[in-house]
Nanobody
């Protein structure tokens, strides 16, 4: 499975972006999916995750109420809607496909990774 993340860019604080993750070479429908981010000098961290059916989602505390993860299994895509962006959201964002149907917060549980898309939020 190859994952392609897109949608990053430069936005002012308070603005919005929509990140998309498209898969090729395989289906995502039986896999949980996650969005991660890595800021300069920091470790990669999970931002949001979603189970294989989309029925359950997870958000890290700092993005709750601002970000929404969703998926369209028919289109083999996962989306991260980001609202009320803050400068501290600046990072490279990665989508990842889990080895199972239910998400894990551990990076090691994700088998496939996209190349990352840069989100820069200016103050």
């Amino acid at each position: 499975v190859q994952l392609q993340a897109s949608g990053g860019g430069l936005v002012q604080a308070g603005g919005s972006l929509r990140l998309s993750c498209a898969a090729s070479g395989g289906t995502l429908s039986s896999r949980a999916m996650g969005w991660f981010r890595q800021a300069p000098g920091k470790e990669r961290e999970i931002v949001a995750a979603i189970t294989w059916t989309g029925g359950t989602t997870y958000y890290t505390d700092s993005v709750k109420g601002r970000f929404t993860i969703s998926r369209d299994n028919a289109k083999n895509t996962v989306t991260l809607h980001m609202n009320s962006l803050k400068p501290e959201d600046t990072a490279v964002y990665y989508c990842a496909a889990s080895g199972g149907r239910y998400y894990s917060l551990a990076l090691e549980s994700y088998d496939y990774w996209g190349q990352g898309t840069l989100v820069t939020v200016s103050s």
